[in-house]
Each structure stands twice: as structure tokens, then as C-alpha cells.
């Protein structure tokens, strides 16, 4: 798979070009500005091979898994000896840090040998060994090379026998949900029976009975490591219900998404419907009352969580990038599994929104935060908006989201295409050459999408053997005005699967165009989100659109737009990489008060519009200029109603 | 003086019947649902008369402080034997815990012995001292017993013993400020220059040089008390700048406010112009550009503090109850100083909304923060929200609002009247009788107000030698928008001087009436303030009002009003102990979105506005009837300007 699109290279090549080599060097303790990792040096330190303390975060060794994983994507679509090398040397690294009983983690291992496995809630070991283990896969997809495999495996089998329900095993979970779904992954490329088994275990036994964590923080070896977790609510790690129980996404918004990953990889292995309907009803709650229209969730900046149904705020939303990233994953089953589109229309928006405004056109800075209104000045150290960044950061403490951008990035081939044994579905219009197989079927697509601009889209089918045929399922997105089919130059009528266009009968050479009808439009929100009474988003397509401060001036909170107006789309090649732009007129209310002071009767201080040209960029662009304001949703100018 | 008014005897004898009592049980930790406060038991161990360790906030002493203060100001307008001699054991035991050199506090003296004075930043010795001195100055005034003034002047001696530009003195300031005007209260009543004199010193020494705090913490003998305070904000208590180099209002709201007062005060003892000049940059930022409509202050919940110009968000502020309180009792200062009436419209603002939503119709529960729009759904424990609370609390662990919210009401006398050689000064309109001299002419007024409902306000002016005549000064509050005054039943003419209506040759048995038109209007806000632009708030005279769900049904930001209408007053009653009512039409946007699903384009969710019958309460009466959702700012339906 290699994407070759004009809209998405600007940012996968940043991962081959400027994060992996950036990344290395922060591992390696030598960008001067950021604060510094030691991962490579606790490596060392737990192999013997260096003397010191441990220093960094419970789970700094992730940085490391997510550091090789995002290398091991990039090796398949790009082979590269020197990067390779690099990486078969971090990895005899990593080896020679293994206990001799597979036991891999390097804070455990150099600062507190004795507690490992004692406290489950804090320890993040059952999330590190999740991370290793994704990445040692994707490595050997990627390579065919064993060792990482062997070593995560060790380390898995060691977790397999020490977790379970026999009498001498721990019945705990993680506090930080990603095992399960690594152990699922580690099972589908070793065919190992108990890894999914294992995983299985960590989903079932999580909030049964008396929670888990609760109980291990009365024992006398439990020592605690966050100050802040004192007072646990258990809703924090979803460990406060049987998860089949769950109705409500609650909690620390990526635990959340990542064990939902799991609970569908699962549910399809085991055929198991309860969990399967728990999937959904979570997916619907999280998407229909608790998701941003950017694809992001997690309205609450203090522990980084969901709060209730339609909370919704702005300006204050936590929205993690790396949250985005999981509801992307978790989608991305969703889809897999029961081959209905709706899911990859929710995919899409955390893809083109929020994932990609993580990260800086530059590659070289990052939003964790990704608010849909900034207002600079308030955005304050030591106040109730200090985790809002007008600026995305260079690097962070916990450095979470840098490396999983990265890897989403690196991965992005994977939610393009599905197939099963008769059909490919196409899921994400991104340009792209592509080998996959279809049952038996080996075929070659070739991808040229302008979906963000034209909205035409070519899709070239080759190397079908003589004679054979398959089926093609377009995904319909959701925002699609019309989706006009073409084979070989000929409008087909088709049918419609759970939103994919079924195509029938492609041979090789077939040549499928496809129009994608999607015009800049005004959105709304469910008026039970508070936030936006009164206020519409402009998008196009998969892209969410915002104004920025640079375009169109301060105080944006002034601005209305009256929705009766046709927005223009404009393709600016030179503006932030190439983007299309949405051209539009609003009304400034901020222009006729004449005085200091703060509050005046509205006869005194009468409503004056002034007429204003206004531009939106994408949001995934915004924060690549200077500082300044920017907002997603924009005050409607209502005409008022005749009955008044 | 004794208040007769409708509205506000409600609240004052909620102070002598249900606040004074049921604080005292607190103070014995006699009331099962709250926190112990072990303030009495703290005394009786510093006083060795009990055995036991230290319970409770090193600031536990004011909570004792503050019920004097209230009981004093009490027994001034209702004498009261048994109460009276309750207050006297108190005295007593506090005579008993006080150190033989004078030092009076029982967290140092039974916890920290060693260590007095090592930790102003955190430690509140010198807040708490503070505390002291105002209750035993009131009760001196109230009772004329010297033994808690000659306690507190004990410890007065020693404070100014320590603290100085001596070489053996300590340089430093005090980490919540309060000393700085207890000591020019202590001052007024004793006429000791030192008083006055240390006063100045920790205004004057305050934020210049080497900032005192970060230098005492690197002392060995330095003790952090507050985690987090690590990585201090020299902002957070005002010790940033000199404070005569002070333009904006920073950090925590309490501490600016209690300082201004002394800087007041003392730029009015010591004819200090740059003093002077600073009260009125700092109020004048405050109030022009970082204060709620309904006088509160502190817009970030974390740390209580200030934010930027115009930051003024609705539903997460602090606007802590006691920074109202301070903000009267500075404005009171710059009225009196400066004999002008602007101050006293703040004045008003804050004690007529904010200090009275402080605490409930029953006594019995308080505000702490005083948010403009609550939805309780999302005022959730462990969230960015969780300092916002959508029903009053019982009592808290930090228990400085009841008690000062206690005082306040009991002094409220203090706000009314000014006097000097020649005039009365008459500032607020509640109804009362009162003495007051007006330089050697001793005056009865008897006030009765109807200012709330009619506006129509009479004063009789009793008890002036005959033959003699003094002036009268009317505020004419800056909601009026007619001020109509009557001498004997004839309207007269008046001079204005700075927002006051002048009356002279006022003689005795002179009735006064006056007529403050202030019907109710809709008030919009500068539109640099992001939060209220395209809102407006509904105001009469001094209330500002708001809606409940209780009255008007849920999701209140979805309801706009045409503000071209009139609004229809109508007191009721039996409503909330007889309030003003005000009616209007609103019109409500949430009424025809059909589907379960967060986003949809506005062409298929048309804006469809429902016309509704509104009804507001005044914003001091809030919450006090079922949990529900409040809001002050209020959407308006605009025309569409005529441009588009």
C-alpha cells in the first residue's frame, strides 16, 4: 500500500521524515528544548549495560513501543535499510532488558522489582505490555523478522499464567485499558489460543464483583504513584460495571475507547451477542450524545474524561488527540465486523479532524488539547483553561500523542480497504496503489481521489485472474448530496448495503469513477448540546472547517452568519500546504460600543451589524500561523419569526 | 440603626435566629452532617485545658473570629443577655489560649511551636490575626467591653513588634491579606499610630524587592502546609509588583479585595496620592473589564483567582461569595473617601446579588461560587465543573463564606449611611431608623423604601437642634432613569455632585420623599465579553435576574428573547418570601429537532422557534426551591440587518 495523496502526504511524509528521526533523538535525550525522556536509557539501565536510576513516567517505555511501531509501518510502505537497522538494534536492546521469566518493563524492573503486579490500577505494566506487544507485531508484518515477536511473546506468556481465574493467578485488569486488544492482535498473527483467551479474561472479569482496584490498594504491598488518584472513582478506568453492563461511555475517554476495541475484536472471535450489543450501544451513546463534531471526545479537561450526554463545551474540552485515535480504532472494527459504513463516517471525521489537527503542519509540534474555540489570552497557566494550548507543544511530560499520531499516520492503509471473500469495500477515499486479496482473489486498485475539492474519484481494478469477477462496496459518506457510480465511463445504478454502493461483477481492468456530491454546508447540533443553540460548523465533506483569527479578525464570538447564504469554496495551493477554503459573508456585533465599561441597557447600547467577509480553513489546519482566536461554531443570524 | 425593609429582613434575621445558632453548634462540632469544625476544642487545647491535636485548616481560629464579628454587629441591633454572655466565655477561652508574649493562634501554638512566622505564604498567622482583631474592634463597639480589644491589642503589640523595617524585624507580608485593615481598625478605635503605622508597612513592603515568599521558602526552617502551592504564582496573593505599581486585578480574588481596602484606607490616612491613584487603576479594572453583572469576582475555579480582561465565563467561574463581600468593603472605602456615588452602584450590585445568593432563604445552606448559568447535570465531581455546585451546601471544610456572609448581613448598616461635617450621605434604600451624627448635629432618619417594586422611597428627618439645617446627599443609583425628589410633599430641584442629589437646608421633621424610576430593562454586556455576546440580562433597579427551570422548564440556553418587547413586573408574595417577578416572551429553539443524533445540516434541522411564556426571579433568590438550571444571560432574537 502506498498512499500517494495530495491532501494526506503533506502528513505521512512527516512521519517518515521528520517525527521518526525527532522522535529518536528525544529518546535518545539529545532535542535540547524538550524535556528529556531517558527511555532508551532506562533500557539500558534494565539490560545492565549502563548504571542510574529510572527516570520518567510508569509508562515511559511506551514511547519506545509506539516509536518502533510508527517505524514498522513506514518500513512496509517505504523499505529502509538504515531504519531498519536502527531498529533491530533497539529491539536486541529491549531483549537483553527481559527478565528471564519474559518480564518486560523497565520501571518495575530497575526502581520497584519487588511490587510488580501489585498495583494494577497505577502500575500502567498491562498497558506498557500491550504497546510492546502492537508493536512487535507490526513489526514483524512488516519485516518477517521473529525476535521482537519472541520477546513479546515471552513476556505474554509470562502475563498468561500469572492473570487468570485459577486459584493461584490474579484475577485483576489493567487500570489502563490496551492489553486486551494487543493480546487480540498477538493471537491473530501466532494462531496462540490463550492469548485471546487472556484477553478475554481482562474484558469479562473488569468491574465484576468487588472492583478490583479497590480491593488491591487495602494490601500491604500496594503503593500508590499518583497523588491524584486518591479517592478513585472507578468509573475513571470503566471498572464500575460488568462492561457487558455498560450503557454509557464514562471515564478517561482513551481507556475507554481502547477496551472497546477489544470488546469488538471479541465479541466477532467469540460470537459472543451480548458483548457485541454492548459494543453498540457504547458506539451510540459515545457518537450521538458525547462526541464533538471534530470527532473528538472527552469533555471534561480534568481527568481527561467524559462527563454526561450532550456536555459539550468548546473551549474547555479535553478531546485528546490520542482519544480520537482510539475511536478511530475502535470504528475501524466496528465496520470490519458488521460491514456497515456508518461507522467509517465517524472514522473519517476523527481522522481528518482532530487526529490530524494534533499535529503541526511541520511535524514538529503537537496538540494533545483540541478545543473548537480558543480565545488565546484566557487560555492561562494556573486556571481552570490552563490545558487549553493556543500553540501546539513541542513535546510532553507524557508523551502520548506525538507517537500515536505517528502511528496512525503510518497505519493509515489499514482503513481504507476491507475485504472479505467475495468483496472489497473501499471505506476512505485517500489516493492510493493498493494489493489485496479478495477470498482467493489477488487484485491491484490504484486509487485517485479529489474527494476534498471535485469530490471525483477514480478507482483503476486490476490483476483479477482471467475470467473471475468480484464486488466492489463503495462506501457512501454520510455528507454525500449524490454518489454518482461510473463503470467504465457508464453511470450504474447499484445497490445499497448498510450505506456501501454494491457494485457487482469487476473484472480486471475495470475503471470505477465515482462523484462524490459534497458542497459546503451549515451543520447544526442536537439542540440538547448547549454549547451550540444558536450556532452552525461549516463543513465540506470529512472536513470540519473553522475561522481563524489571522483571516478574519479578533473577537470571532461576534461574528454571525446568516445561513441562507451559499458558501464558495475556494482551493488556495499556497495557504497552509494547499486547502480548499469556504468563502462566506458575516455580521460583526462588536463594532458600535463605545465605552469602557462592562454592562449598559440595550436601548443605550443599541445592536449594530457591520457586514464582514469571512474565510474558514480546514480545522485540522488551524494553529500553523500565529496565535490567535479560533472557533468552529459560528452565532446563526435567525430572521425573526412572524409571530412575534 | 435598626433595618425594617421586606426584602432584606429576611436574610438579616435568618443572622440572629438560625446562622449565629447553628454556627455556634458547629463550632462544638454538635451538627451530625457536617465536618467537624474542632475550632472551640482547638482553643480549649491551646488554652490547656483539653488534651488533643490540633483539627482543621491552619485558618480554623477564623471561623471563631467571624461568629464574634456576627455576633457583635447582632447584639448591636438586638441586645441579647444570654448571647452576650455565650460570646463572653468564648472571649475568655481565647484570653486562656493566648501566649504569654501576646501570640494568639492555636494551630501554631498546639501544632507548630516552633515554626511561628516561618511561613506567611501558607501559614494565615497574620490573616487570622486579622480575623481577630475586626470581631474584638465590633464587639468593643458593640458592647463597650475591653477584654477582647485589649486581647487582640496584645497581640497587635506583638505583631508590630516582629514585623518592621527594623534590622531584628521580620520583612515580610502576610499570604492572604486582612491584617492591613483589621490594624487600621484596630487603629480607629485605639488611636494607635503603630497600628496604623505596621498597616502601612505590609502595603508598603508588599511586592517590592526580592519577592518575600520565594526567598522564606528557602529557608531551612520553611514548611510547606498546601501541596498546591508548589511552583507559587507571586500573582496568586498580589506580592507580583509594588502595590502602587498595580493596574490590574490578579490573582485571588479575597486576597486583592481585602488589600485594596487597606490601600484605601490608608491612602485616605496618609494623603498618599500614588496610593490613592492605585485604588482607583485596580477598581477601575476590576469593575470596567473583570466583573460579573451580578458583582462577583474570580473567573477561574481553579484557584479562585482573576483571569484576563473580559474573560468572564458563565458556567465554570469561581465569583467566590466572600470576594463580593470584599469588593463592598472596598468600594465602601472609595465611597466614603471620595464621596462618590459610583462606588456604592458596585457596592450595591455585589451585596443585592451576589453576597444574598451566598446563602439560602432557610440560613441553613450557602454558596460558595456564584455561577451566572448552571445545567446540575454537568456540575460533576471530578470534573473541569466540580467547584460549581447547582444546589447550596450545608457547610464546608473551609468555612469562610457562611460566617462572612453572617457579618456582612449584620453590618449592612454600615453601607447605608455616611456622614460628615454638614451632610448625610444616604447610599443604600432599605428601610430603617437610625441615629447618625452629621458632625455635632445628632439626625434620626426613618427610611421607608419601596425601591424593589414602586421605587418610590421616603425619609424623615428627625431630631436637629432648631433653627439648624444640614444637607442631604441622595445617591441616584445609575439604574435610574428618573430621580425625583420631594421636600414636604413638593418636588424640588437638586444639585448633582458625583452621582449624589443634594438637598440642603434640610431641618428637622423634614420628610423626604423620593421617587427612583427604575423599571425593568434587558442590559447587554461590552462585546468583549466572548461569553455574552448576542445575550442580554434582565435587570430591575438593583436586582439582576435570571431564569429557572422550575419556572420556565429544562434547557434554558435554548430560549431567545426579542428585546424590543416590554417586560411586565409583578411582585408575588407567596413566591420565594415575596419577590419581584418579571414576564416576558421568549421564543425556544429546541423544539423541532426530531432525531436521536448529534450533527445534521441545517437544511434538514430548520430552525424552528416556539413562542414561550418566560418568567425570571431575581439571581439572589435562585436555587432555593428544586435542583435545577439557572441562567442570567439570556439570547436575543436580532432582526436581520437590512445589508443581507
Known sequence: MKIQDSFWNRYIQLVRKVIIPYQWEILNDRVEEAEPSHCIKNFKIAAGIMQGEFQGAVFQDTDVAKWLEAVAYTLSAHPDNELEALADQVIALIGKAQGEDGYLNTYFTIKEPTLRW????????????????????????????????????????????VFGDGEQQCQGYSGHQE?????????????????????????????????????????????????????????????????REQVTAEGHAVRAVYMYCAMADLADYYQDEKLWEACETLWNNMVNRRMYITGSIGSSGLLERFTVDYDLPNDCNYSETCASIGLALFGKRMALISKDAKYMDIVERALYNTVLAGIALDGKSFFYVNPLEVWPSNCMERTSKEHVKAVRQKWFG?????????????????????????????NLYISNQAEIDVGDKHIEIDMQSDLLNTGNISCNIGEIERGT????????????????????????????????????????????????????????????????IGKVALVKGPLVYCLEEIDNGENLAAVFVDTSQDIHFQYQPDLLGGIGTLLLKG???????????????????????????????????????????????????FAKPNNI
Chains 1, 2 share one sequence.
Open 587 to 637: 455580521q460583526r456585533l462588536d463594532k458600535t460600543w463605545k465605552q469602557d465599561g462592562l454592562y449598559q441597557e440595550t436601548k443605550m447600547a443599541k445592536a449594530m451589524f457591520e457586514q464582514v467577509e469571512l474565510k474558514a480553513v480546514p480545522y485540522s489546519s488551524w494553529g500553523n500561523r500565529e496565535s490567535g482566536e479560533m472557533q468552529v461554531w459560528l452565532k446563526e443570524l
Open 179 to 243: 492489553i486486551e486488544l494487543a493480546l487480540v492482535k498477538l493471537y491473530q498473527v501466532t494462531n496462540e489460543k490463550k492469548y485471546l483467551e487472556t484477553a478475554k479474561f481482562f474484558i469479562d472479569k473488569r468491574g465484576v464483583g468487588e472492583n478490583y482496584f479497590l480491593q488491591e490498594a487495602k494490601d500491604s504491598r500496594y503503593k500508590a504513584i499518583f497523588p491524584e488518584f486518591a479517592g478513585y472513582d472507578t468509573k475513571y478506568s470503566q471498572s464500575h460495571l460488568p462492561v
Open 469 to 532: 469477477e468480484i464486488e466492489v462496496a463503495l462506501r457512501i459518506p454520510e455528507y454525500a448530496k449524490d454518489f454518482v457510480v461510473k463503470i467504465q465511463g457508464s453511470i450504474v445504478s447499484y445497490q445499497v448495503e448498510k450505506g456501501y454502493a454494491i457494485v457487482k461483477g469487476i473484472s480486471a481492468n475495470t475503471q470505477i469513477e465515482i462523484e462524490c456530491v459534497a458542497p459546503p454546508i451549515f451543520v447544526r447540533a442536537n439542540p440538547q448540546v448547549r454549547e451550540d
Open 118 to 161: 501489585t498495583n494494577l490500577k497505577e502500575g500502567h505494566e498491562l498497558y506498557t505490555a500491550g504497546h510492546m506487544i502492537e508493536a512487535a507485531v507490526a513489526y514483524y508484518q512488516a519485516t518477517k523478522k521473529r525476535e521482537f515477536l519472541d520477546i513479546v511473546r515471552r513476556f505474554a506468556d509470562l502475563i498468561c499464567e
Open 398 to 426: 507524557v508523551a502520548c500523542c506525538p507517537p500515536n499520531v505517528a502511528r496512525t499516520l503510518a497505519s493509515l492503509g489499514e482503513y481504507i480497504y476491507f475485504a472479505d471473500d467475495k468483496r472489497a469495500y473501499i
